[in-house]
């Protein structure tokens, strides 16, 4: 078994709007190993980006963290993990990037516009290390050139409009690496790339994991993303995890009616240029609304009367894959 490196547990952040609260996370319970791939992947509007925005506490209002844990290992086997929620503030500046860097599925959103690429990651290591600037800006020169951003001694002086969105998001990739974390939560990554580019990115990652040891924590709606490079995967719709196990399983032997709709939906390898397959029936509710027992019932194909609408699934492992599923075990009134 696989040391835990993060624990999610019970994770609640609503938006307490004027028409209501939004449960855009609602109960999530995920687990990184360490120096393993996690990819989390759902439909769009099922609480990812949340979810990791939650996990390092940059969430702003109207969105609220109100409740759950998010548990942080340390390098020895030993010793108690500590809770991100309810760690200080200060504590919390120590934690990002050192322990755990996060490229963002808006790059331009995450970098400054006035200060050039290389400053903005020379800051980044300065923050939790004491190396002089001139260290800290050859490191970030090395690590431009292995993201592979051509000619990064001079790359290394531009602003981010100067750059294309590949190279920015190949920049972010780049100041997240060259603080050295032990777990890099990367959200979306790739979507806005071409696929040779993204291709090139989802290699380095890997290259990057197996050098430095580093855990990865990949949000994708891409199933096939997940498929290359994923050692576990956990599933989300409506703000929760509905299964979450080892990769293999999961994608090609899933157990929730949800994940098996979508994994029917990806077409296969070799199958190119047949009509692309349906995707999940229906469509996610609108937010103020969850559905009462199974969030996923309307939609569900299994469905089942008196049951699936009026009891809550609790998740229960099922072979080697955790599910919250009426089919698999028992739940909640
Ligand atoms: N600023 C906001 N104000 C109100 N609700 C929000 C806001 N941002 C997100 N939400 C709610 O949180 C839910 C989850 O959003 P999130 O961005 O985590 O989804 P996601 O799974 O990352 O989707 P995508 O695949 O499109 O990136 C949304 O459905 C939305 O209802
Ligand atoms: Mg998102």
Redesign the pocket.
Same mark, same amino acid.
């Given at each position: 078994m696989a040391m835990p490196l993060l624990e999610v547990r019970d994770l609640r952040t609503h938006?307490e709007?004027e028409d209501g609260v +939004?449960k855009?996370v609602d109960g999530v319970d995920l687990t990184v190993s360490r120096g393993r791939t996690l990819a989390v992947v759902?439909? /769009?509007?099922?609480?990812? /980006? +949340?979810?990791a925005r939650s996990i390092l506490r940059l969430v702003e209002r *109207?969105?609220r963290i109100v409740g759950g844990e998010v548990l942080l290992y340390g390098d020895e086997s030993a010793g108690d993990p500590e809770d991100l929620l309810a760690a200080k503030d200060r504590r919390l500046r120590q934690v990002r990037w050192a322990d755990i860097a996060m490229v963002f599925?808006e790059p331009m959103a995450s970098l400054s516009l006035v200060h050039t690429i290389g400053d903005q990651i020379v800051e980044a290591i300065r923050l939790h290390e004491n190396v002089s600037k001139a260290v800290a800006r050859e490191r970030a020169i090395e690590f431009l050139g292995r993201v592979g951003i051509p000619d990064p001694n001079r790359r290394v002086d531009s602003y981010p409009f100067e750059l294309s969105g590949g190279m920015r998001q190949r920049a972010m990739i780049a100041m997240a690496l060259s603080c050295r974390p032990r777990l890099l939560i990367a959200d979306?990554p790739t979507t806005a790339l071409d696929v040779t580019t993204q291709a090139q990115i989802l290699d380095l990652l890997q290259d990057l994991q197996e050098e430095f040891g580093m855990a990865i924590m990949l949000?994708t709606?891409d199933l096939g993303v997940a498929a290359q490079v994923a050692d576990e995967v956990a599933v989300?719709y409506l703000g929760e995890v509905v299964e979450h196990g080892p990769a293999t399983s999961v994608l090609t032997k899933p157990k929730h009616p949800y994940t098996q709709a979508l994994v029917r939906s990806v077409p296969r390898l070799g199958q190119r240029g047949q009509d692309r397959l349906a995707a999940v029936r229906g469509s996610v509710p609108p *937010?103020y609304e969850r559905p009462s027992g199974c969030r996923f019932h309307p939609r569900c194909d299994a469905f089942m009367a008196g049951k699936c609408d009026e009891i809550v699934p609790v998740r229960v492992r099922t072979d080697d894959i955790d599910v919250a599923c009426l089919l698999y075990g028992e739940g909640e009134r």
């Open positions: 938006f709007l +939004v855009a759902g439909e /769009s509007g099922c609480g990812k /980006s +949340v979810t *109207p969105a599925q979306e949000i709606h989300m *937010p």
